[in-house]
Nanobody, 116 residues
Framework: QVHFVESGGGLVQAGGSLRLSCAASGRALAAYPVGWFRQVPGKERELVASISQSGAYTSYADSVKGRSTISRDNAKNMVYLQMNSLKLEDTAVYYC?????????WGQGTQVTVSS
C-alpha cells in the first residue's frame, strides 16, 4: 500500500505564507511526477501544482501561479509546496499524490485556512 501524509497547514492571515509537506511510504516518489491538490466543500479536487521526477519541470494552476513553488527532495521521499501571499480563496484541504499510477488511497490532507 502507498500512504501519503500531508502536513504544514494551519490558520494564517491573508498575505501570509505556509510550507506544506508531503511524505510518502510504500512508493519511491523519485520515480513519479507528483502533484499537490486541493479541495473545498462542493467542488471537485483541483490540481494546483505538479513537479517532474527530477524536479526540473513544474507547473501551476492559474489560481496559484506566481505565489506558489513546488519542490521535492527525493532523498527524503518528500514533496513540498511553498505558498506565499495567501488569499482567502486558498482555503482548502490540500493533498498530494503521484500523477502516474496515483494511489487509490488519499492521505488525510492538511487544512489551510486563510483569514482576513
Amino acid at each position: 500500500q502507498v500512504h501519503f501524509v500531508e502536513s504544514g497547514g494551519g490558520l494564517v492571515q491573508a498575505g501570509g505564507s505556509l510550507r506544506l509537506s508531503c511524505a510518502a511510504s510504500g512508493r519511491a516518489l523519485a520515480a513519479y511526477p507528483v502533484g499537490w491538490f486541493r479541495q473545498v466543500p462542493g467542488k471537485e479536487r483541483e490540481l494546483v501544482a505538479s513537479i517532474s521526477q527530477s524536479g526540473a519541470y513544474t507547473s501551476y494552476a492559474d489560481s496559484v501561479k506566481g505565489r506558489s513553488t513546488i519542490s521535492r527532495d527525493n532523498a527524503k521521499n518528500m514533496v513540498y509546496l511553498q505558498m506565499n501571499s495567501l488569499k482567502l480563496e486558498d482555503t482548502a484541504v490540500y493533498y498530494c499524490n503521484t500523477l502516474i499510477l496515483p494511489s487509490d488511497y488519499w492521505g488525510q490532507g492538511t487544512q489551510v485556512t486563510v483569514s482576513s
